[in-house]
């Protein structure tokens, strides 16, 4: 069993930053890609960004130039920076790890419970 924790969720002015956190604890081999996800109401789950082990980042189109994501490969967590926040940023933001358990199974992907930002003023 893999256990994602995150935090720093919450209300944010216009032009407000932020820094959402997740850790991951339990049966922990290795992990792999860890991303960061989210969804506002009626609409799909995007992805925000990514960050393999070797440190790759990949971020999507919406966020460009207003987030870093960053991880810590020792302590198991994945962080998101996020600047010049906009009302439209406003969704409940979901990491995705993709963890093996042990060396003899593959990767799979786990989901946190998600939190919730709101850029409102």
């Known amino acids: 069993q893999v256990r994602l924790v995150e935090s720093g969720g919450g209300l944010v002015q216009p032009g407000g930053s932020l820094t959402l956190s997740c850790t991951a604890s339990?049966?922990?081999?290795?992990?792999?890609?860890m991303s960061w996800h989210r969804q506002a109401p009626g609409k799909q789950r995007e992805l925000v960004a990514s960050i393999t082990r070797n440190g790759d980042t990949n971020y999507g189109d919406s966020v460009t130039g207003r987030s870093a994501i960053s991880r810590d490969n020792a302590e198991n967590t994945v962080s998101l920076q996020m600047s010049g926040l906009k009302p439209e940023d406003t969704a409940v933001y979901y990491c995705?790890?993709?963890?093996?358990?042990?060396?003899?199974?593959?990767?799979?992907?786990?989901w946190g419970q998600g939190t919730q930002v709101t850029v409102s003023s």
């Open positions: 995705n790890v993709e963890v093996q358990t042990s060396p003899y199974f593959q990767a799979r992907s786990t």
């Open positions: 339990g049966s922990i081999f290795r992990i792999d890609t």
